[in-house]
Structures are given as structure tokens and as C-alpha cells.
């Protein structure tokens, strides 16, 4: 036992000193800072699922007093967890920034720039029929495929770049200096004129000029790789590992997260689509997993216990505390299962 302890006390250390890098800190606050999107998005697709005439199956439709607007729940969807990797791009740039003291503005506007200069993928034609008047209109919309978990990479560059950039150039004072009368907001907005500028002719150019497309790079050769994590081997040795650095005092999920939170979210976001268009789900090992094994394996009883139990009655006050929160974990788990 003490062999085993000795062999994970070396081991954490190197993982607790990656766990404490500001680049790993601003994945692991980018991503936790976009839950929320998920989450709502989550909820009116389940709503599309219940509420969609058939879908379950023939015949079968749970909540049938929506299915008039069952179609409406998706433009929710479509506008949040399909547009993922834009509100992304801008939590992990502020998230990144505050690690270098760099106003929240500066940061969100620098990032999300950084990230559509990135992600450009040139426009396309699209036409609008109208209800009412049976008449189409054309127009030129941008081409926002790379808006979802598939351009989540290209928005944790964009964000580390972009602020890396930022943090230079104040540190070597390129920067346009205004008098001290100036008011704050004006004195940060020209300050960071020139670091966007940067910013800007660096992403372009590799976007535009060297028409280097980082999102088809990392699908076509890295996530092919990587995709092969997706197995229950890979998930449970993930776990394990993560048990052990808790048991010795450290935080595994915040160690490990930012290894595996990008890649469940891109695999999330496919099983979504997959789910939209009615296709099977490809993907097993998505984000929140954990609350349908390890917290049904381990909370869940601890609470049965806590709640039953005649000797331990002073504690069944706080199990009665903990349980709505558990309630809203499988809540959780089922909105992006469905």
C-alpha cells in the first residue's frame, strides 16, 4: 500500500504542476463557463425529442400539446450548443486574460475576433422562402460551420493567442499611451488597438493567405487519433487515475479535465447533430458521463444510507440538502443523452 501511495505521490506532482498552468486553468474555467449554454440548449432538444411528432417511435409522443411548436425548440439548439465554440472562444479569453490582469472587454473582443479570423470559411448563398407570399429571396450569409463543437479547438487557440499577444505587447509597452485624464474605457480601448491589430494580420494570414484551415486539420489528422480514446478502457482507466489523485489529496477532475473536456464536447456536439437528423449516436464517452456510473455507483448510495439510516439520523438533514442537487445531475445527464 505504501509502495502504491509512494508511486501516486510521484506522479502528482508533474500533474499538479500542469494543473497549474495558466493555459490549463483558462481551459478548464473557459469550458466549465460555457455549461450553462450547453445545458440550455440540452433542455430544448429534449423538449424537440418529447414533443416531435414520431420520433420516439411510431405513434409515440410524450409531451403532444407542444408538438405545434416541436420544430421551434430547435432554432434554441441550433443558437446555443451548435454555436458552441463562438461563446467559447470568448469565456476562455476572458478566462485567460485575468490570468495576465487584462481588462474582461479587451479579452472577450480580442478572443472572439482572433476566433471568426480563424474560422473563416468563406460565405454562402442562401434562400429565404417566405410563408405568407410564396416568394424567395437570396442572400449571402457567412459560412458559420466551424461555429460548433467542431471549431472548439480553433477557439482555445484563438483565445490563447490572442491574449498571449495582448500580454506581450503591455509587457513591452507597445501600446498607444493616452493622458491621464483619458477615462478608463477609452485609455483600455486604445491600448489594445494595436495588439488586435497583430492579432488580426496573424490570423488572417494563416486563415487567408496560407489558407491553412486548423479545424480540417485537426478533424482530418488529430481527432481520427485521438477518437480512439472513446472506449470504455480509455474512460475507465481515466477514472482511475482520477480516484487516485483525489485519494491522495488532489484535484483530478481539474488535473485531467482539460485533456478530455475538448474532445467530449466536440463528441457531445456530434451526437446532438446526429440526434437532430435522427441518425444513431456515435459517440459513448461524452461530457458528464461521470453522473450516470461513478455518482449513481457511489453518491447515490451514500445518500440511500444517510437517509435510511437510524444511526446516523443527525446526518439525514444533510443528506436531504444534498439530494436535490444529485436530482439535477441526472436531469443533466439526460438532457444531452437525448
Given at each position: 500500500?505504501?509502495?502504491?501511495?509512494?508511486?501516486?505521490?510521484?506522479?502528482?506532482k508533474?500533474?499538479?504542476?500542469?494543473?497549474?498552468?495558466?493555459?490549463?486553468?483558462?481551459?478548464?474555467?473557459?469550458?466549465?463557463?460555457?455549461?450553462?449554454?450547453?445545458?440550455i440548449?440540452?433542455?430544448?432538444?429534449?423538449?424537440?425529442?418529447?414533443?416531435?411528432p414520431?420520433?420516439?417511435?411510431?405513434?409515440?409522443?410524450?409531451?403532444?400539446?407542444?408538438?405545434?411548436?416541436?420544430?421551434?425548440?430547435?432554432?434554441?439548439?441550433?443558437?446555443?450548443?451548435?454555436?458552441?465554440?463562438?461563446?467559447?472562444?470568448?469565456?476562455?479569453?476572458?478566462?485567460?486574460?485575468?490570468?495576465?490582469?487584462?481588462?474582461?472587454?479587451?479579452?472577450?473582443?480580442?478572443?472572439?475576433?482572433?476566433?471568426?479570423?480563424?474560422?473563416?470559411?468563406?460565405?454562402?448563398?442562401?434562400?429565404?422562402?417566405?410563408e405568407?407570399?410564396?416568394?424567395s429571396?437570396?442572400?449571402?450569409?457567412?459560412?458559420?460551420?466551424?461555429?460548433?463543437?467542431?471549431?472548439?479547438?480553433?477557439?482555445?487557440?484563438?483565445?490563447?493567442?490572442?491574449?498571449?499577444?495582448?500580454?506581450?505587447?503591455?509587457?513591452w509597452n507597445?501600446?498607444?499611451?493616452?493622458?491621464?485624464?483619458?477615462?478608463d474605457?477609452?485609455?483600455?480601448s486604445?491600448?489594445?488597438?494595436?495588439?488586435?491589430f497583430?492579432?488580426?494580420?496573424?490570423?488572417?494570414?494563416?486563415?487567408?493567405?496560407?489558407?491553412?484551415?486548423?479545424?480540417?486539420?485537426?478533424?482530418?489528422?488529430?481527432?481520427?487519433?485521438?477518437?480512439?480514446?472513446?472506449?470504455?478502457?480509455?474512460?475507465?482507466?481515466?477514472?482511475?487515475?482520477?480516484?487516485?489523485?483525489?485519494?491522495?489529496?488532489?484535484?483530478?477532475?481539474?488535473?485531467?479535465?482539460?485533456?478530455?473536456?475538448?474532445?467530449?464536447?466536440?463528441?457531445?456536439?456530434?451526437?446532438?447533430?446526429?440526434?437532430?437528423?435522427?441518425?444513431?449516436?456515435?459517440?459513448?464517452?461524452?461530457a458528464?458521463?461521470?453522473?450516470?456510473?461513478?455518482?449513481?455507483?457511489?453518491?447515490?448510495?451514500i445518500?440511500?444510507?444517510?437517509?435510511?439510516?437510524?444511526?446516523?439520523?443527525?446526518?439525514?438533514?444533510?443528506?436531504?440538502?444534498?439530494?436535490?442537487?444529485?436530482?439535477?445531475?441526472?436531469?443533466?445527464?439526460?438532457?444531452?443523452?437525448?
Amino acid at each position: 500500500m505504501n509502495y502504491f501511495v509512494n508511486v501516486l505521490d510521484k506522479i502528482s506532482k508533474p500533474m499538479k504542476r500542469f494543473g497549474e498552468l495558466k493555459a490549463i486553468k483558462a481551459i478548464q474555467e473557459g469550458l466549465v463557463g460555457s455549461v450553462g449554454i450547453t445545458i440550455i440548449g440540452a433542455i430544448f432538444l429534449l423538449l424537440y425529442v418529447l414533443s416531435a411528432p414520431d420520433y420516439l417511435a411510431e405513434g409515440v409522443t410524450v409531451l403532444p400539446f407542444l408538438s405545434d411548436i416541436c420544430d421551434k425548440f430547435l432554432i434554441i439548439n441550433a443558437l446555443t450548443m451548435n454555436m458552441l465554440a463562438l461563446y467559447v472562444s470568448v469565456s476562455i479569453a476572458i478566462a485567460f486574460g485575468k490570468e495576465y490582469d487584462i481588462e474582461p472587454i479587451t479579452s472577450a473582443l480580442s478572443g472572439l475576433m482572433a476566433f471568426i479570423l480563424l474560422s473563416n470559411n468563406g460565405t454562402q448563398t442562401a434562400v429565404l422562402m417566405s410563408e405568407l407570399t410564396d416568394q424567395s429571396n437570396s442572400f449571402t450569409a457567412l459560412d458559420a460551420t466551424y461555429y460548433n463543437g467542431g471549431g472548439l479547438i480553433v477557439a482555445i487557440i484563438a483565445g490563447f493567442v490572442s491574449i498571449y499577444i495582448i500580454h506581450l505587447c503591455y509587457k513591452w509597452n507597445v501600446r498607444i499611451k493616452m493622458p491621464s485624464s483619458v477615462p478608463d474605457a477609452v485609455e483600455n480601448s486604445f491600448s489594445a488597438l494595436i495588439p488586435y491589430f497583430i492579432t488580426a494580420v496573424i490570423c488572417w494570414g494563416i486563415r487567408s493567405i496560407l489558407n491553412f484551415d486548423i479545424s480540417q486539420w485537426f478533424t482530418t489528422a488529430l481527432l481520427p487519433i485521438l477518437g480512439a480514446a472513446d472506449n470504455c478502457f480509455t474512460y475507465t482507466l481515466f477514472n482511475f487515475i482520477k480516484t487516485c489523485l483525489w485519494s491522495v489529496g488532489l484535484n483530478g477532475d481539474n488535473m485531467l479535465s482539460a485533456i478530455c473536456t475538448p474532445l467530449n464536447t466536440i463528441w457531445l456536439n456530434e451526437n446532438v447533430a446526429a440526434a437532430t437528423a435522427g441518425e444513431t449516436l456515435s459517440h459513448v464517452w461524452i461530457a458528464n458521463i461521470g453522473r450516470l456510473d461513478m455518482w449513481v455507483s457511489s453518491v447515490w448510495p451514500i445518500l440511500f444510507l444517510l437517509l435510511t439510516s437510524k444511526k446516523l439520523k443527525h446526518m439525514k438533514p444533510f443528506a436531504i440538502a444534498c439530494t436535490p442537487a444529485a436530482i439535477f445531475g441526472i436531469v443533466v445527464m439526460a438532457c444531452q443523452l437525448f
